[in-house]
Nanobody, 124 residues
Framework: QVQLGNSGGGLVQAGGSLRLSCAAS????????LGWFRQAPGREREFVAG????????SYADSVKGRFTISRDNAKNTGYLQMNSLKPEDTAIYYC?????????????????WGQGTQVTVSS
């Protein structure tokens, strides 16, 4: 069983940056892909970014490509989402998740373990 803890959210002005963290406890990330998702009020949860166990393969939603960077430090059992050039439409609760496979997927049903979420609010 993997427990994930999200942190790093907050309030930022448009154009600003935030770095989200996802720390694993219990079982490690070993062999597991990591994903970040978000859910805005009144909208379905959507894929933001994913990274393979090795860190070699990454994928991004078109809406964040070029602005967000996903990374991981397996030695620290921690994943990160660096968010730059934030826009008001990025406002949402952000969740990290991990799946029992080394390769990320876009669908949230592919992920077994979830963090509690962290609020990101971008003001205009």
């Amino acid at each position: 069983q993997v427990q994930l803890g999200n942190s790093g959210g907050g309030l930022v002005q448009a154009g600003g940056s935030l770095r989200l963290s996802c720390a694993a406890s219990g079982r490690t990330f070993s062999g597991y892909a990591l994903g970040w998702f978000r859910q805005a009020p009144g909208r379905e949860r959507e894929f933001v970014a994913g990274i393979s166990w090795s860190g070699v393969t990454t994928s991004y939603a078109d809406s964040v490509k070029g602005r967000f960077t996903i990374s991981r430090d397996n030695a620290k059992n921690t994943g990160y989402l660096q968010m730059n050039s934030l826009k008001p439409e990025d406002t949402a609760i952000y969740y990290c998740a991990t799946r029992t496979s080394p390769v990320p997927r876009f669908g949230d049903s592919a992920y077994a373990y979830w963090g509690q979420g962290t609020q990101v609010t971008v003001s205009s």
